[in-house]
Each structure stands twice: as C-alpha cells, then as structure tokens.
C-alpha cells in the first residue's frame, strides 16, 4: 500500500470516505452557532477531547496555524452557546464542564469563563468556584480582565 494518498490539482487529499473529528463538528454546528440545535451542539462538544491538534507544537506544524485558528475560535463559541444553554437549564455542572472544554481551547475567552463561574456559584460547587477563580487570576493578565468577570472573582466561594 502506498504510504500517501493520490495527489490532484497538486494538493494531497484524503478519500471522501476518510472522516476526521473536525469535519464532524463542521458538520454538526451550523455557521451561526447560536441557531445550532441543542443536540447538535452536546453531539459536536462530544468530540472536543483536548486541545487542538494536541501535543503537537505550533512550530512544528506551521502550516496548521489557520486551521488551528478556525478550531479555537468555532470550539469555544460553541462551548459558549452550550454552556449558557446548560445554565439556562440549571444543568449547572453540565454548563461548568462545558466552558472548562472551551477553555482548553481559547483561556483568554472572558464568557467562558463568566459562564464556568457563574454556574459554579449558582450550583453551589464551592471548590470548583474557587478553582476556576484561581485558574483565571492566573491565566488572564490583569489588564485583560474583563470588569464583570472580575467582580465576579470577588464573590465568596
């Protein structure tokens, strides 16, 4: 067996049968997230299991830096849309797990990290609360907190 595909139009591509994770979320989420069913959401979230393209260095595969991009930016507004459609519901813990997974993907994103603290607060999750604070103290640069998401710090866990 050939070690690499067939090359067409001097690009190398896979079969149209070979289905990657990625192209499962596109699949799933529309391109407004926010009109995405609520099952097409939990499906494509399903998939996210680690950062992207994960334990490969950026430097390594530079030519990857737009696909990454694209994957951050759509994992973590879907992480978003479902993590608030989870609190909405009061499916706190759900709405915790979700942000935490938009995370991994984009820490720097002030709503999932509202949204991850609110629904530790409103559930009553103490621990998580103050574990998701301390990650946030930590990973946003002071001058990049968002004025409500740090008051939100403030409040007692």
Do not use: C
């Amino acid at each position: 067996p050939k070690a690499l595909p067939p090359m067409r139009d001097g690009a190398y591509g896979l079969d149209s049968a070979v289905r990657s994770d990625w192209m499962e979320f596109e699949r799933l989420v529309e391109i407004l997230i926010d009109t995405t069913p609520t099952a097409n959401l939990v499906a494509a979230m399903n998939l996210v299991t680690g950062p992207p393209l994960g334990g490969v260095p950026t430097r390594e595969w530079a030519w990857t830096k737009d696909l990454r991009d694209e994957i951050r930016d759509r994992v973590a507004g879907s992480a978003v849309a479902l993590a608030r459609r989870h609190h909405s519901a009061k499916k706190f813990s759900a709405a915790i797990d979700i942000a935490r997974k938009g995370l991994w993907y984009d820490n720097a994103r002030q709503d999932l990290w509202q949204i991850g603290m609110q629904a530790a607060l409103d559930g009553h999750d103490k621990e998580m609360f103050k574990s998701l604070r301390s990650q946030y103290l930590s990973a946003v640069a002071g001058s990049d907190r968002d004025p409500a998401v740090l008051d939100l710090t403030k409040q007692a866990g």
